[in-house]
T-cell receptor, first 117, second 112 residues
Framework: EAGVVQSPRYKIIEKKQPVAFWCNPI?????LYWYRQNLGQGPELLIR????????DSQLPKDRFSAERLKGVDSTLKIQPAELGDSAVYLC???????????????FGPGTRLTVT | GENVEQHPSTLSVQEGDSAVIKCTYS??????FPWYKQELGKRPQLIID?????GEKKDQRIAVTLNKTAKHFSLHITETQPEDSAVYFC???????????FGKGTSLLVTP
């Protein structure tokens, strides 16, 4: 099966510019996550979706970040305006709510490396 | 919220030796503990996980142990190989479908 797909893989923008990231999760996965990974750190959750509903966005800086997951499949994460401190790798992950198989695994995409200059 | 601490931050071993990475967590409600391997510039990939109703799990050269009372869990890699060199992250989560709270990572270097 195809893995989690993200685009673009790399993005360089000037501060105060907008930027958007796109994620296509594994087919059938109802839960989608956006994490941010700063250099030398572990990923940190920004937002979690169950189908179309954002069920955990407590760590999302809502003044400049927004996200959507229309139709409960693909998702976009937007930053407007970007700041220097937003430079990081933005990772999308997905998982299935399949307690029948006991599968807990979150599958990560390759990430988008954002550089804000 | 959950706080996961991971030690050591760097670990260098000779090929064939064992490597041990330790993590502690703060939220006693956490019941899922995965370990991810991340090679430079690549995505994190699950290598092994354990749930709170299990004390130990093994998969070939990799094993994880969990002590719920002490709130710590460890990754053990035996007979290390150069291709084991990567950054390893532990994480804790309440349950399936919840966010993973990651440690800061351990950079493992296996020298031939």
């Amino acid at each position: 099966e195809a893995g989690v797909v993200q685009s673009p893989r790399y993005k360089i923008i000037e501060k105060k510019q907008p930027v958007a990231f796109w994620c296509n999760p594994i087919s059938g996965h109802n839960t989608l996550y956006w994490y941010r990974q700063n250099l030398g750190q572990g990923p940190e959750l920004l937002i979690r979706y169950e189908n179309e509903e954002a069920v955990d966005d407590s760590q999302l800086p809502k003044d400049r970040f927004s996200a959507e997951r229309l139709k409960g499949v693909d998702s976009t994460l937007k930053i407007q305006p970007a700041e220097l401190g937003d430079s990081a790798v933005y990772l999308c992950a997905s998982s299935s709510d399949d307690r029948g198989t006991g599968s807990y695994e979150q599958y990560f995409g390759p990430g988008t490396r954002l550089t804000v200059t | 919220g959950e706080n996961v601490e991971q030690h050591p931050s760097t670990l260098s071993v000779q090929e064939g030796d064992s490597a041990v990475i330790k993590c502690t967590y703060s939220d006693s409600a956490s019941n899922y503990f995965p370990w991810y391997k991340q090679e430079l510039g690549k995505r994190p990939q699950l290598i092994i996980d354990i749930r709170s109703n299990v004390g130990e799990k093994k998969d070939q050269r990799i094993a994880v142990t969990l002590n719920k009372t002490a709130k710590h869990f460890s990754l053990h890699i035996t007979e290390t190989q150069p291709e084991d060199s990567a950054v390893y992250f532990c994480a804790a989560s309440l349950n399936s479908g919840y966010a993973l709270n990651f440690g800061k990572g351990t950079s493992l270097l296996v020298t031939p």
